[in-house]
């Protein structure tokens, strides 16, 4: 059974940092792209960034460019999400994706607030 389970979310002042964490099991993790969305509330849910399997390749959404970072540890079944340069804009439920044989799995999202 795939599972993702996200951490890390937490309540920090603009311009702090934050990593999240999403660890995935029940399906060879190395070998599937994964990927960070969040969503705030009144608002769709929004590509944030995306690594491939060997971790040499990610992309990211125009809004955090530059300043989030993914990455993934395989041996840990972990994929990060390192956020420098909070913007209050960034406050929002953050999720992880995987998708395996077609289906999309989500993990059940962390929170992360940034206000002063």
């Known amino acids: 059974q795939v599972q993702l389970v996200e951490s890390g979310g937490d309540l920090v002042q603009p311009g702090g940092s934050l990593k999240l964490s999403c660890a995935g099991s029940?399906?060879?993790?190395?070998?599937?792209?994964m990927r960070w969305y969040r969503q705030a509330p009144g608002k769709e849910r929004e590509f944030v960034a995306w690594i491939t399997p060997p971790g040499s390749s990610t992309f990211y959404g125009d809004s955090v460019k530059g300043r989030f970072t993914i990455s993934r540890d395989n041996a840990k079944n972990t994929v990060y999400l390192q956020m420098n340069s909070l913007k209050l804009d960034d406050t929002a439920a953050y999720y992880c994706?995987?998708?395996?044989?077609?289906?999309?799995?989500w993990g059940q999202g962390t929170q992360v607030t940034v206000s002063s």
């Open positions: 029940g399906f060879p993790f190395n070998k599937y792209d």
């Open positions: 994706k995987v998708q395996v044989s077609g289906v999309d799995y």
